[in-house]
C-alpha cells in the first residue's frame, strides 16, 4: 500500500477526536522529558503535556500538564509545532508542541510521570514515539512546523513535515 497516498486521502475529512499539548522546557544543554506512567503513551518517553480541558487555550494546557505532572513552573511557552496524528483505529489527535527557555521549581516525580533532565544529544528516541525523531530535533533547533503522522496503533506508516511560516504561526 502507498502510505503517502492513504494519509492524503484521510486528511481530505480528517477532524481530531482530542487535541493535546507537549512542552519542552529546556535548561543549558538539556530538555525536560518524562517517562509516562498512565493514560495514552504510558510507558513512553516524551515532554510534558496532556489533553486540554474546556475553554483552554493550548498555551495554557501546556503549562498546567508541565506543572501537575513534573511539578516545573515553566514561562513564556513558544509554538513549535502544530501536527495532526492521523490514525487507522486508534483515536485521532491534533497536538500543539511548546518549548520553553525559563522555569521555576524542581521537578518531581508524581502519579503521572518520572520526569528526568536530559542532555539534548543523549534523548532516547527509541523509547519514544515513533514520529518525535523527525521533528524534536528540528524543534528543539528552533523551527516552526506543521506536520501530518500516519500511524496504525502505534506504528508509524508515512509522515510529512514543512516549516510552518511567520503569519501561520501568528495565526494560531
Same mark, same amino acid.
Given at each position: ?6 494519509? =492524503?486521502?484521510?486528511?481530505? +475529512?480528517?477532524? !481530531?477526536? #482530542?487535541? %493535546?499539548?507537549?512542552? *519542552? @522546557?529546556?535548561?543549558? &544543554? ?38 501537575? =505532572?513534573?511539578?516545573?513552573? +515553566?514561562?513564556? !511557552?513558544? #509554538?513549535? %509545532?502544530?501536527?495532526? *496524528? @492521523?490514525?487507522?483505529? &486508534? ?48 524543534? #528543539?533547533? %528552533? ?30
Amino acid at each position: 500500500m502507498d502510505w503517502d497516498l492513504e494519509l =492524503e486521502a484521510r486528511l481530505a +475529512a480528517w477532524t !481530531p477526536d #482530542l487535541v %493535546g499539548t507537549l512542552l *519542552f @522546557v529546556l535548561e543549558g &544543554d538539556s530538555v525536560l522529558l518524562i517517562e509516562k506512567k498512565r493514560g495514552h503513551g504510558a510507558g513512553r518517553i516524551n515532554g510534558p503535556g496532556g489533553k486540554l480541558e474546556p475553554e483552554e487555550s493550548p498555551a495554557h494546557c501546556a503549562l498546567r500538564e508541565t506543572r501537575e =505532572e513534573t511539578g516545573i513552573t +515553566a514561562f513564556d !511557552p513558544m #509554538l513549535r %509545532g502544530v501536527f495532526k *496524528f @492521523v490514525d487507522l483505529v &486508534d483515536q485521532q489527535w491534533l497536538g500543539y508542541i511548546y518549548v520553553a527557555h525559563r522555569h521555576t521549581g524542581r521537578a518531581v516525580e508524581t502519579d503521572e510521570a518520572l520526569p528526568m533532565w536530559t542532555p539534548i544529544q543523549d534523548i532516547p528516541y527509541p523509547e519514544m514515539w515513533p514520529d518525535d525523531r523527525y521533528w524534536l530535533p528540528r524543534v #528543539l533547533a %528552533g523551527e516552526r512546523l506543521e506536520g501530518e503522522f500516519l500511524f496504525d496503533a502505534g506504528r508509524l506508516l508515512a509522515h510529512r513535515l514543512r516549516k510552518m511560516s511567520d503569519e501561520e504561526a501568528q495565526c494560531l
